[in-house]
């Protein structure tokens, strides 16, 4: 049962234009949210969370966005650089339960100059 | 200084041998976790320890025993390694159960 679910395996984007990263979750529970950013042969590294009682987080380039009803957030990069290539996971958390990070497969991000 | 560090980095070895991965913060950091990532790249977690004490034990084979000497260290120990056991294995922790983790460098098992 896959609570954490990122449809694209694969995005490719022109440097300098938006990447759009997308994610879904199931379980209404959840109320934390974050992205990760993960380069080969390395850990995954914290990029940007968000909390469910916000729909907008900005940091520099990067904007996560979250819409409870659609159990949806998305991640924009604007605008895409090279050293953007990465992996990207999604994540969430639940305050009561078992408290945990659950992830999604990831997207792998390819900007091209 | 390196926040999360665990060793060994890669780790070939047979099937039925008993290996451990050990993992150490130095965040401060009250809880730690391990997280399995297969074939298909799913970052699913394996345990997660509070302060020394277990509080996550996800179905996992009793083959895999964690031990946490102290809540600096998150040590795992498998044994009777079988193929289906090759992954990458990452240890993390956080300051706030299912808040930021900080994550290791992973470490790549393969059972030949």
């Known amino acids: 049962d896959q609570q954490v679910k990122q449809n694209s395996p694969s995005l490719s984007v022109q440097e300098g234009r938006i990447s759009i990263l997308n994610c879904d979750y199931t379980?209404?529970?959840?109320?934390?949210f974050l992205w990760y950013k993960k380069y080969p042969a390395e850990g995954p590294t914290f990029l940007i969370s968000i909390s469910s009682i916000k729909d907008k987080n900005e940091d520099g380039r990067f904007t996560v966005f979250l819409n409870k009803s659609a159990k949806h957030l998305s991640l924009h990069i604007v605008p895409s650089q090279p050293g953007d290539s990465a992996v990207y996971f999604c994540a969430a958390s639940a305050q009561t339960g078992a408290q945990k990070l659950v992830f999604g497969q990831g997207t792998r991000l390819t900007i091209n100059p | 200084d390196t926040a999360v560090s665990q060793t060994p980095k890669y780790l070939v070895t047979q099937m039925g041998n008993d290996k451990s991965i050990k993992c150490e913060q130095n965040l401060g950091h009250d809880t730690m976790y391990w997280y399995k990532q297969d074939s298909k790249k799913f970052l699913k977690i394996m345990f997660s320890?509070?302060?020394?004490?277990?509080?996550i034990n996800e179905t996992v084979p009793n083959r895999f025993s964690p031990k946490s000497p102290d809540k600096a260290h998150l040590n795992l120990h498998i044994n009777s390694l079988e193929l289906g056991d090759s992954a990458v294995y990452f240890c993390?922790?956080?300051?706030?159960?299912?808040?930021?983790?900080?994550f290791g460098s992973g470490t790549r098992l393969t059972v030949v």
């Open positions: 379980n209404s529970m959840f109320d934390y």
């Open positions: 320890y509070n302060n020394k004490e277990l509080i």
């Open positions: 993390a922790s956080s300051y706030r159960q299912g808040r930021g983790y900080t």
